[in-house]
């Protein structure tokens, strides 16, 4: 580990100063989150400004419908900051997106188109999803229920279809916020399968796999540093990263935020053995994606902040009826169960605690 030590101080940039780099040689940015992370969202946030400083006026979110993309446009570029749109507008697309970081993201492009020049290009905030419907979905998952649920087709393509239409086509460049299994580009996701070699098949048809299909030499992934799942029927759930090195690593380095490449460094060929190992021989962490970002460890990483007025008595109905994976947490009956629902998941102090010690 000492040689990852060496390269990581001769190769020091802030995690803002490594992003920001990669844009020199790729026009698409993949930023792999764990969801209701305080952290990096904080990060993002204060990305905002220096991406466009840097002739990056894009930022895509998983979270948020492309059927309200003029409102949003309009948000962020209106004299007056409007909150009640803001919540609106999130509410739209996930009835439980309570976490303020993904909302203070609109205020922060606000903020920066409102300081800008009447004639100066504005920042924007794409958004790379639709508008699910939920309302009638009762029981297990089958292509019936869930073309209803996914009217507009497989979220993934539809992605990689605005994406293409938005940014490559407009020879653009933007930085994509989504969770970390929309960002995989190489990388093959492993599902059990009967027939599969060794019982496992590799999945490859996520947003970022579509992207790199197509356009391998646009796009670059990195990770936000988060522990992963481990192996099936192997406690504890969850396990530090490269069986706990990237960890050690860090603390070597008095936990400094840092952001570093993993292709062609000792750090990418760091072994992991989590469940992404599945089906994968010798796998290491360059297999996975293309850079990393160290934010704090993982026991000093926070849920969001959650806002207190985007839930009430005169939205719950509405709420309720169009809840998402109602198959994953059960419908709440009311409107308390629902703000307990989400604030147990979005305490990831206590979700991440069980995360394997280093």
Known sequence: MENSVQYLSNNYKSPEEYIVSKFAEKDIILLAEEHRVKENLLLVKNLIPVLYKNNVYNLGMEFGASEDQIKLDSLVSAPEYNEDLVRKLMFNYNSGWVFKGYTDLYKAAWELNKSLPKSAKKFRILNLSYRYDWSSFLGQRTPEKMKKVFYRGNTETFRFGITEKEIIAKQEKILILTGDIHAFTKYKFPVYDFLGQDFVRLEDGYFGNQLYAKYPQLVYSILLHKPFANRPEIRPN????????????????????????????????????????????????????????????????????????????????????????????????????????????????????????Y
Not at 295 to 300: D, G, N, Q, T, V
Request: with cysteine; net charge neutral; proline share 7%.
């Open 238 to 357: 969850l396990v530090s990263p490269a069986n706990g090195k990237i960890e050690i690593i860090m603390q070597k380095l008095q936990n400094k935020p840092i952001g570093f490449d993993l292709i062609n460094t000792p750090l990418g060929k760091l072994r992991d053995d989590s469940y992404y190992s599945l089906g994968h021989s010798n796998f290491t962490l360059e297999n996975f994606y293309d850079g990393y970002v160290f934010l704090k460890p993982i026991k000093e990483l926070s849920g969001c902040d959650i806002d207190p007025n985007f839930l009430t008595a005169n939205n719950w109905n509405e709420a309720q009826k169009n809840m998402a994976d109602p198959d994953w947490r059960p419908r709440p009956k009311n409107l308390k169960d629902y703000w307990k629902q989400i604030k147990d998941y979005g305490d990831i102090s206590k979700k991440y605690a069980e995360a394997d010690k």
